[in-house]
């Protein structure tokens, strides 16, 4: 079998003066993806929203509330559709010279953290896209591709295939992963900085149809929306 994988994030700077950080993921079996795809593009038609018109967490507004609501209920009805959403509370209280390391490799081995659930299959194939941010994503993702594989010993690329950007607003399925990475670095903030009626709603859809907090982690076992809230000294490591 072959996966497809699609991975966003928010929050990941170190100097943004955003406490709250997120990673996450999207997979599905390749071969769902155009019926994915075109299921998105309905809602968006349902609602009179252009199809190139990309859903985005910053876009959630009261105007748009229940599509974005939709698109909620659509990937949790969907049996092809899972994620893996890494949050890191409090970014200001790392301490990366304990570590020996800076900002970046720390963040590589957070999305390590946040990937490395997904490959439960030796015999299936994977194929990892990621939001393209800057001009420095080519040597981002080849790094990442070389720690993804030495650490699943994958020394061919025979299992994780490969890492590619892509653009969020050309992929329907990227554009689920930006608001579920958004609700969840929303939810993790203080309550007076969650201010927004309408992103509120869509947080608390994401709790009622998962039946959790997305303050708390979930079992490892946890197949449709699998969570960690990842805590310094306890999910930090060095890779040998």
């Not at 497809?4 to 170190?14: A, F, I, K, T």
């Not at 941010?133 to 981002?140: M, S």
């Not at 930006?178 to 869509?202: C, H, M, T, W």
Request: glycine fraction near 4%.
């Amino acid at each position: 079998m072959e996966f497809n994988v699609y991975c966003d994030e928010s929050c990941h700077l170190e100097y943004d003066k955003q406490p709250v950080m997120a990673l996450g993921a999207v997979w599905c079996l390749k071969d769902s993806v155009p019926r994915i795809s075109d299921g998105i593009r309905e809602l968006k038609a349902k609602h009179g929203i252009s199809r190139g018109l990309e859903a985005k967490w910053t876009k959630v507004s009261p105007a748009k509330l229940e599509f974005y609501l939709d698109l909620i209920s659509y990937f949790f009805a969907n049996d092809s559709l899972n994620a893996r959403v890494l949050v890191v509370p409090d970014k200001s209280i790392l301490d990366h010279d304990s570590y020996n390391q800076d900002h970046n490799t720390w963040y590589y081995k957070m999305y390590y953290d946040m990937l490395k659930g997904l490959f439960f299959d030796r015999e299936s194939r994977y194929n990892i896209y990621v939001d393209a941010k800057d001009t420095q994503g080519g040597n981002r993702i080849r790094t990442l591709h070389e720690i993804l594989c030495r650490s699943e010993y994958d020394f061919d690329h025979r299992v994780i295939k490969k890492i590619q950007e892509i653009r969020s607003h050309e992929v329907e399925i990227m554009q689920i992963v930006d608001l579920l990475v958004g609700a969840f670095v929303y939810a993790n903030r203080p309550i007076e900085l969650q201010q927004s009626a309408a992103k509120r709603s869509v947080v608390e859809m994401i709790e009622s149809l998962s039946h959790r907090s997305l303050s708390r982690s979930t079992s490892r076992n946890e197949r449709k929306l699998n969570v960690l809230v990842w805590k310094p000294g306890k999910g930090d490591r060095t890779w040998q």
